[in-house]
């Protein structure tokens, strides 16, 4: 138990990691069609990270559970805790909600331009 928690912890931080470099993106597109059309990317990948980052949270809250359950104090294969994956959820959730503001800055600016 303790082998697979520390597996889906490696493999959740790595997720994180990945769609963190992701969505650090902020090529919204070049003229207002451009940016309003890349709304719907946007969307698309919000509900795809948040539905998969959901997963693979519960799935660790609940190999954190049964450890905890079993009385599991240390674990020798890792030295994340379920507070460290929270972290983790979170600073990501965070990383989603910048992107959407620049997002949203982007396209106020390119409205803007446009009545020019």
Do not use: C, P
């Not at 905890?68 to 979170?90: F, L, M, P, S, W």
Request: a positive charge; charged letters at 45%; glycine letters at 4%.
């Amino acid at each position: 138990m303790r082998l697979k928690f520390a597996q889906a912890v490696k493999d959740n931080n790595a997720y994180l990691k990945k769609a963190t470099n992701e969505v650090s993106n902020r090529e919204f597109g070049d003229n207002l069609k451009e940016v309003l059309d890349f709304e719907k990317k946007l969307d698309d990948t919000d509900h795809k990270y948040k539905d998969e980052s959901d997963q693979k949270f519960r799935h660790l809250d609940d190999l954190w559970n049964q450890l905890q359950e079993k009385g599991v104090k240390e674990n020798r294969y890792t030295a994340y805790t379920i507070d460290d994956i929270v972290k983790g959820n979170n600073d990501f959730r965070g990383s989603l909600n910048e992107r959407r503001k620049d997002y949203e800055k982007e396209k106020k600016k390119k409205k803007k331009k446009k009545k020019f």
